[in-house]
Structures are given as structure tokens and as C-alpha cells.
């Protein structure tokens, strides 16, 4: 049995795109008993995921935010915790931008190159801590695991990279993301003032990048009976530069035509996938597209930007747009309304495209890494 040590400190927080991927991971890697995993999350060593985020996380960090050179201490205490454990660890995977120094072989997973991308997103301190424990860890590490192809070209021609040193591991859906009975969804539902079939989804953390400014101006320009009708749902937790949102999104919400969730747990985000009648995904920039991917397995259409990795992910199952063009983003939503036809092909094509991306796959291929990396 072979000791791999997963840095899974990100999981103190409510759960989003990275915090699914390392549960998701963990729970399929299972299937591969040669490789012991050992979870640092960011104090201890445990070797079972957390069931939940750490309780007042989210304070914590408000709170972290306000004190010159917090995140600082902080790292140099979990780095001394880490290290307690370093001589029993045969191989290090780093599942985010945030590897600890370590001196044998080590993995790690580059979602995406947002940083690069959108610094602005970012507080200045934060930044340049991202870059430099990015760059160290992409130096040192023996391969680089990424979501798509689309990154793996970004990550070679970023860092200049070998092309062998990055391998692709796509990313795959919970079984919680399936089609469900308009009976099955209609408690959950109800409580939040929603009926099956009756609402458009948008679903990411609420800043600049996902382009929800987009989804707002598309709705807008919808007939009124059809806004009326169809409520644009909006659900995640706020994020950096979110303020940019503000205004046109209390004109949207003081109109009533628009709601605003916040974060949804596990099952909730799983009911609110599979009860709407379409997700609406504008994102600018995404190393892969989960929601895109988990709206598929749940039998929901999808109108999704055509930038980055979206396409990859979507293939020709859904509505692919140009994620500037509100005017062709209406004529989409209005499209897949009115026409139960086409709307009924989106959605057993998204069915049948989101087989094809599974966890088990995406743990076989880390798992071969894993071997690779032992050997180094």
C-alpha cells in the first residue's frame, strides 16, 4: 500500500467547484486500495472526508481578511503541521493553487488559470501568495493533472511546460444529479417558491467571470408573460468584486421576476437542477463546466457560453452562445420554452453526453499518475 497525502484544508469551507472535485476524487479512489490516502485539513491528519464545512468557517475568514498578515501566520502554522507528518507520505497531491513545500514526489491539479486570467478578482495579497506557491508547486510537481484539454494547452503555454508533464483527467457528476419526478421535487421546491419546470437556473459564485450580468439582460428581454412565467433563478455564494452586481441585480430582484438563493447544499442544488427547464451558464472563462455537465445528468437543457473548456464539455447537446450577445441569449431561452420538441432532444442528448464523464474515470487516470509519480 502506497501513503498519498491530499491537502484537503479547502474543504473547511462550503463546498464549491474544487471542494466537489477533491470529495468526489477521494470517494472514487476507493476503488484503488493500493493507495492509502491521508487528508491534512489544514490542522490534523484524518483519513475520512469532513461531512460537512468547518462551523463559522466563513466568519473566520471575513474576520482573517481585516488582520495584516493573517493568511501569512496562518501558512506557516499548517506548513509546521503538515511537516509533522512528512516521513510517513510517499507521494503529495495538491488539489488547488496552494501546495506545501515537500520534498518527495508530488502531483497537482490546476483547475484552471483564473488568476492569470482575471486578477482583478483577487485582493492584491491574495494574488501574489496564488502566484507564488502556484509556480513553485507547477516546478516542482512530477505531473500536472488538469480538467481539460483546453487548460492543458493554457497550463503548457503558461508555465512552458512539456507536453507529457500534463495529463487530462475530466471531471465527472454525482449520482445525486439525475432526473427526478415533479412529486419528488415538489416539497423542496415549494419551500423556495419554485415549481417544477417553472424556473431557469443560472448556478456559480456570484462575480464578474460567470457573467450573470448576461443572464440578467437576456431575461430582461423576454416577453413579460414568459419572465413572469419562468423566474430567473440564481444560486451561489457571493465572490470576489461582487459588488459589480449590485445595481442591475436589485433593479432584477425588486421586479420580482428574479430570485437570488445564495449557496444551496448538496441535495437542494441536485433538486434545483433537475426541476428547472433549462440552465443558463454565460460564464467567460471555466477550466472545465461542472454545472454544465451536472445539468445534463440531470435530464436539464443547457444554453451555455461558447467559451473556453464549455464546448468540450457540451458538445453538441445543448445551445452553445456568444456570452456578450444578450439578444441571441433571449432568442435561446425563448426557443427552448416554446418548443417541447427541440427541448425534449437537448435533453436525452445531454443524457446520454453526460455518461460518457464519470468520477471512476477521472479516478483511473489519477490513480495512473499516482504510479507514475511513485516510480519518479
Same mark, same amino acid.
Given at each position: 500500500?502506497?501513503?498519498?497525502?491530499?491537502?484537503?484544508?479547502?474543504?473547511?469551507?462550503?463546498?464549491?467547484?474544487?471542494?466537489?472535485?477533491?470529495?468526489?476524487?477521494?470517494?472514487?479512489?476507493?476503488?484503488?486500495?493500493?493507495?492509502?490516502?491521508?487528508?491534512?485539513?489544514?490542522?490534523?491528519?484524518?483519513?475520512?472526508?469532513?461531512?460537512?464545512?468547518?462551523?463559522?468557517?466563513?466568519?473566520?475568514?471575513?474576520?482573517?481578511?481585516?488582520?495584516?498578515?493573517?493568511?501569512?501566520?496562518?501558512?506557516?502554522?499548517?506548513?509546521?503541521?503538515?511537516?509533522?507528518?512528512?516521513?510517513?507520505?510517499?507521494?503529495?497531491?495538491?488539489?488547488?493553487?496552494?501546495?506545501?513545500?515537500?520534498?518527495?514526489?508530488?502531483?497537482?491539479?490546476?483547475?484552471?488559470?483564473?488568476?492569470?486570467?482575471?486578477?482583478?478578482?483577487?485582493?492584491?495579497?491574495?494574488?501574489?501568495?496564488?502566484?507564488?506557491?502556484?509556480?513553485?508547486?507547477?516546478?516542482?510537481?512530477?505531473?500536472?493533472?488538469?480538467?481539460?484539454?483546453?487548460?492543458?494547452?493554457?497550463?503548457?503555454?503558461?508555465?512552458?511546460?512539456?507536453?507529457?508533464?500534463?495529463?487530462?483527467?475530466?471531471?465527472?457528476?454525482?449520482?445525486?444529479?439525475?432526473?427526478?419526478? /415533479?412529486?419528488?421535487?415538489?416539497?423542496?421546491?415549494?419551500?423556495?417558491?419554485?415549481?417544477?419546470?417553472?424556473?431557469?437556473?443560472?448556478?456559480?459564485?456570484?462575480?464578474?467571470?460567470?457573467?450573470?450580468?448576461?443572464?440578467?439582460?437576456?431575461?430582461?428581454?423576454?416577453?413579460?408573460?414568459?419572465?413572469?412565467?419562468?423566474?430567473?433563478?440564481?444560486?451561489?455564494?457571493?465572490?470576489?468584486?461582487?459588488?459589480?452586481?449590485?445595481?442591475?441585480?436589485?433593479?432584477?430582484? /425588486?421586479?420580482?421576476?428574479?430570485?437570488?438563493?445564495?449557496?444551496?447544499?448538496?441535495?437542494?442544488?441536485?433538486?434545483?437542477?433537475?426541476?428547472?427547464?433549462?440552465?443558463?451558464?454565460?460564464?467567460?472563462?471555466?477550466?472545465?463546466?461542472?454545472?454544465?455537465?451536472?445539468?445534463?445528468?440531470?435530464?436539464?437543457?443547457?444554453?451555455?457560453?461558447?467559451?473556453?473548456?464549455?464546448?468540450?464539455?457540451?458538445?453538441?447537446?445543448?445551445?452553445?452562445?456568444?456570452?456578450?450577445?444578450?439578444?441571441?441569449?433571449?432568442?435561446?431561452?425563448?426557443?427552448?420554452?416554446?418548443?417541447?420538441?427541440?427541448?425534449?432532444?437537448?435533453?436525452?442528448?445531454?443524457?446520454?453526453?453526460?455518461?460518457?464523464?464519470?468520477?471512476?474515470?477521472?479516478?483511473?487516470?489519477?490513480?495512473?499518475?499516482?504510479?507514475?509519480?511513485?516510480?519518479?
Amino acid at each position: 500500500m502506497y501513503s498519498v497525502a491530499v491537502n484537503a484544508s479547502i474543504l473547511r469551507a462550503p463546498r464549491t467547484g474544487i471542494g466537489q472535485y477533491l470529495v468526489e476524487l477521494v470517494g472514487a479512489l476507493a476503488a484503488h486500495p493500493e493507495f492509502e490516502l491521508k487528508l491534512f485539513n489544514g490542522w490534523n491528519w484524518q483519513s475520512e472526508l469532513p461531512a460537512a464545512a468547518m462551523p463559522g468557517y466563513s466568519r473566520l475568514s471575513s474576520a482573517l481578511k481585516r488582520i495584516p498578515g493573517a493568511y501569512a501566520l496562518r501558512r506557516v502554522a499548517e506548513q509546521r503541521r503538515f511537516d509533522r507528518n512528512a516521513s510517513s507520505i510517499g507521494l503529495y497531491h495538491e488539489p488547488s493553487l496552494w501546495p506545501f513545500e515537500f520534498d518527495g514526489p508530488m502531483v497537482m491539479t490546476l483547475h484552471d488559470l483564473t488568476h492569470v486570467h482575471y486578477p482583478q478578482t483577487q485582493p492584491a495579497d491574495r494574488l501574489a501568495a496564488i502566484h507564488r506557491y502556484s509556480e513553485r508547486g507547477v516546478a516542482q510537481a512530477h505531473r500536472i493533472l488538469v480538467d481539460s484539454h483546453f487548460i492543458a494547452e493554457e497550463v503548457r503555454q503558461h508555465y512552458g511546460l512539456a507536453a507529457e508533464r500534463i495529463v487530462v483527467a475530466p471531471l465527472g457528476h454525482s449520482a445525486r444529479f439525475r432526473p427526478r419526478e /415533479a412529486g419528488d421535487l415538489a416539497v423542496g421546491l415549494t419551500r423556495l417558491g419554485l415549481q417544477p419546470g417553472g424556473y431557469l437556473l443560472c448556478v456559480g459564485t456570484l462575480e464578474p467571470r460567470k457573467n450573470l450580468q448576461l443572464a440578467l439582460r437576456a431575461h430582461e428581454r423576454l416577453p413579460g408573460t414568459l419572465r413572469r412565467q419562468y423566474p430567473l433563478v440564481l444560486a451561489g455564494m457571493p465572490g470576489w468584486r461582487a459588488e459589480q452586481l449590485e445595481k442591475p441585480l436589485q433593479r432584477a430582484l /425588486a421586479g420580482g421576476q428574479v430570485r437570488l438563493l445564495g449557496y444551496q447544499d448538496d441535495l437542494g442544488l441536485a433538486e434545483l437542477f433537475a426541476g428547472a427547464r433549462l440552465l443558463l451558464f454565460p460564464s467567460l472563462y471555466e477550466g472545465f463546466g461542472l454545472p454544465v455537465l451536472e445539468a445534463m445528468a440531470s435530464g436539464t437543457p443547457v444554453i451555455a457560453s461558447n467559451r473556453a473548456s464549455i464546448p468540450e464539455v457540451l458538445g453538441e447537446a445543448g445551445v452553445l452562445i456568444d456570452p456578450m450577445d444578450d439578444v441571441a441569449c433571449a432568442a435561446a431561452i425563448e426557443m427552448l420554452i416554446e418548443d417541447q420538441d427541440k427541448w425534449g432532444a437537448l435533453r436525452t442528448a445531454g443524457l446520454l453526453r453526460a455518461k460518457t464523464f464519470t468520477w471512476q474515470q477521472c479516478a483511473h487516470i489519477t490513480a495512473g499518475v499516482y504510479r507514475e509519480a511513485a516510480k519518479s
